[in-house]
């Protein structure tokens, strides 16, 4: 157990629909990243948080959004689903947002679009 | 462009016949260099962290090594159980496109008795 919680683990849902991915980091990290791995797919990095705060961005869709809370929980919306959304999405956390530190991964959650 | 080329893509081994995965990279700054070991369905759990050339780690049957322009997971006497996908990711700094967390494409084991 990694320490990283992430719910809900699957999730089934139609296309056009809008959902929403919550990650609770390992106690007293302050950085969240997210991250997507489709079917035969690598780690495709999406997005990270430091403290609240925006720290980088990847190939992240605009139909995608992200966001940090004080608590340091951290939630991913997807919005206007199609089916090419389907994949493992997986939060991680770290530390600090800099150099060196290790990023523990959550279990992920299942997502398919029909 | 920074980039970490994991080969081979694929290993099959037979119990107890030990072997090498390869982790080569091609990076701006090299911050540190992990080993994540990923079975089906599940998240990547972590193995080792590398940071300076020379440097090794072991646990268990596994051992990962560092050069200045790769690592190699060194799987001595392996079992049915360590089958798994074992992902390398190297870390720079910024935050750049990739995020400053860069993975290979991993290396699928399969291990049987």
């Known amino acids: 157990d990694s320490g990283v919680t992430q719910t809900p683990k699957h999730l089934i849902t139609a296309t056009g629909q809008r959902v929403t991915l919550r990650c609770s980091p390992r106690s007293g990290d302050l950085s969240v990243y997210w991250y997507q791995q489709s079917l035969d797919q690598g780690l495709q990095f999406l997005i990270q948080y430091y403290n609240g705060e925006e720290r980088a961005k990847g190939n992240i869709l605009e139909r995608f959004s992200a966001q940090q809370f004080p608590d340091l929980h951290s939630e991913l919306n997807l919005s206007s689903l199609e089916l090419g959304d389907s994949a493992l999405y997986f939060c991680?956390?770290?530390?600090?947002?800099?150099?060196?530190?290790?990023?523990?991964f959550g279990e992920g959650s299942w997502l398919t679009v029909v | 462009e920074d980039q970490v080329t994991q080969s081979p893509e694929a290993l099959r081994l037979q119990e107890g016949e030990s072997s090498s995965l390869n982790c080569s990279y091609t990076?701006?700054?090299?911050?540190?260099l992990f080993w994540y070991r990923q079975d089906p369905g599940k998240g990547p759990e972590f193995l080792f962290t590398?940071?300076?050339a020379g440097e090794e780690k072991e646990k268990e049957r596994l051992k990962a090594t560092l050069t200045k322009k790769e690592s190699f997971l060194h799987i001595t006497a392996p079992k049915p159980e360590d089958s798994a996908t074992y992902l390398c990711a190297v870390q720079v700094p910024g935050g750049g496109s990739q995020g400053n967390l860069i993975f290979g494409k991993g290396t699928k084991l399969s291990v049987k008795p």
């Open positions: 991680a956390s770290s530390v600090l947002g800099a150099d060196g530190n290790t990023i523990y």
């Open positions: 590398l940071y300076s």
């Open positions: 990076v701006s700054g090299l911050r540190g």
